[in-house]
């Protein structure tokens, strides 16, 4: 977890109105208590639970008036929700036994919920995309389809990917022509996801380690750049992916506003304007504070007028950005500060 002191960790400079709603979400669990947290924790995609989880390991310093408003809008939104309820499964199903008889009743609420078998898929989507297409790859085409039918696109692309390239085609084409699904296919399928629910503790764990050695490299004391060129003499390639990992666009948090005034100066107003659409509260602050305060002032135009914006242009503006800033960096312009120091009073 990054430093106490970092500036991007303390929420005690954010006000209640500048918090996005992933903030306010991690400010909710935090207050809850772990149990509870928990609880709602697993009911989260995969998405979204690391999405909040970042945030939450990221939070100190929090002021008593932001968990006030974070507090007062969940139970704002509560209030909105909890007035008459749809009916439970629960209900529902009693329902139809009593209506339908309990096998088409059954039939009934698969096709309202999903059947049996998503909550176990949900589980797999810890697993690594590259450990799933080993499972499956000796699968039949039609098993294949149907095990990546269950899965979320993002992930079914990567598995897809990691499978010999031979057969892709006729698997994607299997999946376009599901519709449904017989009740062999699906017993099969359950094996299928049993086997793999079974191992799932065996499979090898990713590290990242182009983000490890990048990470490794920000906190090394001395001349980095001497070591730099050493590892670049044995694979230029990977340290230019080194390199990148070195100067992420959140490093723009903890840079001193010297540093940002050179960097703003450099970079043209628009493409800040799709940089930090959707960027971190503790980022924007920065880079808002250290414009000019005209400029600043007629920066929020500049964003809202943008409009909707792909996130591949909004990384693309990033990478720019940080390219801009490493080339400063190099030049001797600015020292860039790349990790989060410790600092004394």
Known sequence: MPEATSKSTDLAVVSGSAMTPVEQAAIVLLSMGEEPAAA??????????LEVTQVMSRMS????EAVKTAM???????RE??????????????????????????????????????????????????????????????MQAVFLAFLPPALAGSVIDALPAEGRDLVLLNVARLNEIDHELLMELEELVARCLGSLGNQSANVEGIRQAAEILNRLPGDREQIVEL????????????????????????????????????VPIEQWALALKGAEPAIRNAVLQSMPRRQAQGFEDTMRRSGPVPISRIEQARAEIMAEVKALADAGEIEVQLFAEATVE
């Open 81 to 142: 929700q909890s007035g008459v309820h749809g009916a439970s499964r629960a209900y529902l199903k009693r329902s139809l036994d009593l209506a339908l008889g309990g096998d088409i009743a059954g039939s009934v609420l698969n096709s309202i919920y999903g059947d049996a078998i998503r909550p176990k898929m949900a589980r797999l989507q810890w697993a690594s995309p590259k450990w799933l297409a080993e499972h499956i790859a000796h699968e039949h085409v039609r």
């Open 40 to 49: 709602v924790l697993r009911c989260l995609s995969r998405e979204e639970l």
């Open 231 to 266: 590892l670049r003499a044995h694979d230029p390639n990977v340290v230019s992916e080194i390199e990148l990992r070195m100067y992420d666009f959140f490093i723009l948090s903890r840079q001193s506003e010297a540093v940002l005034q050179r960097i703003i100066e450099a």
């Open 72 to 78: 007062q809008r969940f139970f704002d939104d509560y």
């Open 61 to 64: 310093g929090i002021k008593v």
